[in-house]
């Protein structure tokens, strides 16, 4: 019995699926060092990359935890928040992942507390926060496998 295609035609195939498949496992894009914005506060935020990680401040003379970063943000803009990121995620409108916008809040489990991390998304899958793995202020990709697994949800502050 002859094989359903002619064999340069299965190898043909087999050549396209192979080369489809790759593309699914390509290697993860960059963090850009400083992704263009045009939004003052996120250019503020981006300015702030390498202030060291401080617990428990939040000021750019004595460093920044992950929420005093993000409260001094947003207070330079007028928007009073919260001190703790699950102060933060207990008053914020929660946002659906899909509509998430760049400004908006994004919160982890990194301690094996709901809501234990904050930072500010940027757009294209990266935010700016206080990292105290880093031991500064920097930028990260959410799409990465850490930040994804102990991804938690989106708030959005009243910045609009």
Not at 61 to 87: K, M, N, W
Request: hydrophobic share 40%.
């Amino acid at each position: 019995m002859a094989p359903p295609f002619p064999l340069p035609l299965r190898e043909l195939v087999l050549i396209c699926l192979l080369t489809i498949l790759a593309g699914c496992a390509s290697t993860p894009k960059p963090v850009p060092a400083r992704p263009a914005t045009t939004s003052p506060l996120l250019n503020y935020a981006l300015s702030l990359q390498g202030a060291p990680y401080r617990w428990g401040k939040g000021t750019p003379g004595e460093g920044f935890d992950c929420s005093g970063f993000v409260q001094h943000v947003y207070g330079r803009y007028g928007i009073r928040l919260p001190r703790t990121a699950l102060q933060m995620a207990s008053v914020l409108p929660q946002v659906d992942n899909r509509y998430r916008q760049p400004g908006d809040l994004v919160f982890f489990n990194t301690t094996g507390q709901p809501f234990s991390h904050v930072g500010i998304y940027l757009g294209n899958d990266a935010f700016v926060h206080a990292s105290g793995s880093l031991g500064r202020v920097a930028v990260s990709r959410m799409d990465g496998p850490y930040w994804w697994e102990h991804f938690l949800g989106i708030r959005r502050p009243y910045h609009r």
